[in-house]
């Protein structure tokens, strides 16, 4: 007869690894189903439709001269995007210095928490940078490419890159869990999180 093994009697790595092994898993398995998803069908998600919405508007742009629209428009997503990273870094600095004076010093494994937190904020923080250093790049390009092609694969990756800035800050919240909350409180995040992520990534109706 198989008998239950009690929770307790578990060692405490394998209580700790079995739910963040578990988030993390389901975190990496619904984007490489995405991944999946739009190799299928180009219109599928949200992230792909935006991109093409970009290159369409990049082409009406080179098509009726609008520089000045293009200009002005570049300018709103430039400042927004500049305005996230910087946000996403000030609560990095505050995060950090929490996480560093409670559980950072303590143990390899809080230690490994805190990397986890810090590694995502700043990729998230990264991501938002070059998309609008990408923006910035196109609207010189603008006036003086008249090309198809150069301009529009720019704002298809400043698109992807702010794309994954706001991804990332959301995963990081997620790692701001564990090492604040603990396991579970993770994992549950994590499935919460995914849920979140099937309708945001939903395309435009």
Do not use: C
């Not at 993390?24 to 189903?33: G, M, R, S, W």
């Not at 904020?121 to 198809?148: C, D, I, K, N, W």
């Not at 869990?177 to 395309?203: C, Q, Y």
């Amino acid at each position: 007869i198989i008998q239950t093994i009690p929770v307790q009697m578990l060692p405490k790595n394998i209580i700790q690894t079995i739910p963040v092994g578990a988030g993390i898993f389901a975190l990496v398995k619904y984007h490489t189903n995405l991944q999946k998803k739009e190799e299928a069908d180009s219109s599928s998600t949200w992230r792909s439709v935006q991109a093409k919405t970009r290159v369409q508007w990049s082409q009406f742009v080179r098509e009726t001269e609008g520089w000045l629209y293009a200009i002005q428009t570049l300018r709103n997503a430039i400042t927004a995007n500049t305005f996230l990273a910087t946000t996403v870094l000030s609560l990095l600095t505050v995060v950090s210095g929490k996480l560093w004076t409670t559980n950072v010093r303590g143990t390899p494994y809080a230690q490994l928490q805190f990397a986890a937190v810090a590694l995502t904020m700043l990729r998230s923080a990264y991501e938002f940078l070059q998309s609008a250093r990408l923006m910035t790049h196109a609207g010189f390009m603008f006036p003086v490419e008249p090309e198809e092609g150069k301009v529009d694969n720019i704002m298809r990756r400043s698109s992807l890159s702010q794309w994954l800035g706001l991804r990332w800050l959301y995963i990081g919240g997620s790692m701001l869990v564990w090492a604040g909350l603990g396991e579970f409180p993770f994992l549950i995040t994590s499935l919460l999180m995914v849920r979140f992520f099937n309708k945001i990534d939903r395309p435009p109706a």
